[in-house]
């Protein structure tokens, strides 16, 4: 009975708080997302749960479950929170529909750069990019003369000048964790270098100079780092610029809103965002999207109400009310100086994340082989010519190269 | 007990045991001689991704895999053999290693480099838990008895952690400037990073693991000080024997069957090491077979995962713990038949 009337008590408050007050319709369909649980995901969500009717999942092992929850029918989740890499599963077993129909009904707001077209066909809606780009830090850099650092051997030798100075011990940062964050260290690199990791019929290719260059240019770097890089991620990276501990990183764009955070940071104002370092070839980083996709076991009446619903969670309210979080894709966002490291990499050319089923494995290869050269255990040569075989053991084992 | 109530008792656990151990083990080893896999076909897709103004495309060819009528990725199963377990064991690779005489080579090789560290881990463990489980079982018993209880809970603490959570308060207080890496930094005035070589990080797990599991020894050990026999010890008192001598000629010939036992338990428990690979993000340094297993496991960000290799590499770990505990087992054994 006590029960009760406290549950009873919760969902009066919170329909009197105006569950639904900001969306602009009134959801009937019960509705469920899946998707990553960073920041700009929390804030879409819950701008989402607006409408009513509504739950989302945040959760970090989320490319586990979905292509399994997408493939139930009905599937377990009506949305879905991709980026350019795990669409590719649910691309693959079909599991997700195309979006044109809901796009012409309900989509006139969207810009054409939002849509995400697969062989024509609309299959997810972008909200947000992100890239990995320099981040220094102004006055650090500003006493002793040095100039925004362009390349990796700007960077480098900055960091040999503060150094030098005794400013710092260790001036360079970097997301050097072993597996999916040292992985996409090198393919950053690698790309930057001009390479490209396939041949034909899917076998490796990277064992060539641009592997190798883009392997010394990590090594160097680890010369200015902390010498425990190999357990350090992005939130790692993150502390470290708050404590005013590193002078510069390569460092994901949805963490530019953190070195300005004062209730964590010491460096507020002092951190510029620059785009990532040139390679031979390109900038040394990839774009990457984030956006929603809708399972395609479900009946059209939900469809309906789904896309409505994801469309309320990045309309333009959502976007002013959170501008700093991410890089949005919306007519609302007003590009500041934290995004300025995002675009000014897309406007040099960087790639972006060449994402598909044999990145997969390539990228978790790459991911557990490289730190054999980093530790000086392996030459670039062998490294590179052993996360090749290692590749091909996983691709022939997937079906990806026939036997 | 006639047959029919023995049966009524040990029927519902044989069932259990069957549909939980018996039935998945049978299924992981079918597994390691079969692989899955969809059937792929090749197609030129456009693609698209949004840039700052507009969006670039690229047209390229892509695996894809085929779908049958409902729309469901068609795979295929073929047998084999022994494939998956040349996979992990990677044989003409570690073959040619070991007769180079590089050892450094073999250690590159992750089955090699995980069994390397497991054996390691294990072994230098064993005799640290059970001497230290035993130091605590004595502590205890010679203790007070206003005290006992409060001691007894005290060493017990470490085991009662979730060991995830033991592992990584661990990593928090050593990492980067942890507390206790900070402290010692100050004591010794240089510059340490502990997180940054492969030896000083499997000092740590190893510490930690006996740090964990001692308090699992002496409890069991303490049980079995309550029964030495009280007489012999008086006796080998009066005889003028030292403490050590009654320690070593009365009390630890007393605990031996528990002694094996724990050993046993420990051998099993320690080879499967894996919180520790986790807990300290270690994987670029130190790698356990029981994590290999698991990355094999785990899918990639595009979905593939290496079901057979996982499969044919937890029966290789089995194969491993069976082939430890053959000795404590034969004494045991040995025992048994000596005993009646």
Known sequence: MKLKTILMAGAMSIAATGAWAECAFENDVPLKSLSAGFEAWKAVTDAMAECGNFSASLDQEFREKQPEAFAADPALYQIGGVSNATLVPLLNAGTIRPLDDL?????????????????????????????????????????????????????????????????????????????????????????????SFFGDGNMPAINNEQGVAALETLKAMTEYMDPEYLVSDSTYVQQQFQQGKIAMANLWASRAAAMNDE??????????????????????????????????????????????????????????????????????????????????????????????????????????????????AKDAQTTLADIEADYVTAAKEAGLISN | ???????????????????????????????????????????????????????????????????????????????????????????????????????????????????????????????????????????????????????????????????????????????????????????????????????????????????????????IFYAGLQTVNQDSLESAVIDGATRWQRLKYIVIPHLMPLIIFVSMIHLMDSYRVFEEIVGFSSQGYVISLQWLTFDYLTPDQAGNRSISRASANSMLTMIGVVILLILPLRRTWRDHKGGH
């Open chain 1, 103 to 195: 796009v012409e009904k309900y989509g006139q707001d969207l810009l054409p750069n939002q849509l995400i077209k697969v062989d024509g066909k609309t299959m997810a809606i972008a909200m947000m990019v992100n890239a990995q780009h320099l981040m220094y830090r102004d006055d650090v850099l500003a006493e002793l003369g040095i100039e925004e650092p362009k390349t990796y051997d700007d960077v480098l030798s900055a960091a040999a000048k503060i150094k030098e100075a005794g400013v710092m011990d260790y001036p360079i940062g970097g997301t050097f964790k072993t597996g999916w964050n040292l992985g996409q260290e090198f393919i950053n690199m690698y790309l930057g270098e001009g390479g």
């Open chain 1, 263 to 376: 209730a964590e940071s010491q460096v507020v104002g002092k951190v510029t965002m620059a785009a990532a370092p040139m390679g031979s070839a390109v900038p040394a980083t990839t774009i990457w999207w984030d956006g929603i996709v809708l399972a395609s076991n479900m009946s059209d009446e939900e469809a309906d109400a789904a896309f409505r619903v994801a469309l309320e969670g990045m309309d333009t309210d959502m976007v002013s009310a959170n501008n700093d979080v991410a890089v949005w894709l919306s007519t609302a966002y007003s590009a500041g100086p934290l995004a300025a490291g995002a675009a000014a990499s897309a406007e040099g050319g960087a790639k972006a994340y060449p994402a598909s089923g044999p990145m997969g494995i390539m990228h978790t290869s790459l991911g557990n082989g490289l730190a054999d050269y980093l530790t000086g």
């Open chain 2, 1 to 219: 007990m006639n047959f029919r109530t023995f049966a009524a008792f040990v029927g519902p656990s044989v069932f259990m045991m069957l549909l939980f151990i018996a039935f998945p083990l049978v299924s992981v080893f079918k597994q390691s001689f079969y692989v899955t896999q969809p059937i792929y076909e090749t197609v030129e897709k456009e693609t698209c991704t949004p840039g700052f103004l507009t969006q670039s495309c690229v047209t390229e060819k892509v695996s894809q895999p085929k779908l049958d009528e409902h729309g469901e990725i068609i795979t295929q199963t073929q047998y084999v053999g022994l494939q998956s377990y040349r996979n992990v064991l990677e044989p003409e690779r570690a073959w040619r290693a070991i007769s180079d005489g590089s050892w450094h080579v073999l250690s590159t090789i992750n089955f090699w480099k995980a069994l390397r560290f497991t054996l390691t881990f294990t072994l230098i463990t064993l005799p640290l838990v059970v001497g230290c489980g035993l130091g605590i079982a004595i502590l205890i018993n010679n203790a007070a008895r206003s005290i006992r209880g409060p001691v007894i809970f005290v060493s017990l603490l470490p085991f009662i952690i979730t060991p995830v959570i033991g592992v990584l308060s661990i990593n928090w207080l050593f990492r980067g400037d942890g507390i206790l890496t900070a402290m010692m930094e100050w004591w010794l005035n240089r510059d340490i990073a502990l997180f940054a070589q492969a030896w000083t990080i499997e000092i740590l797990m190893m510490l930690y693991r006996v740090w964990h599991v001692a308090p699992f020894a002496a409890i």
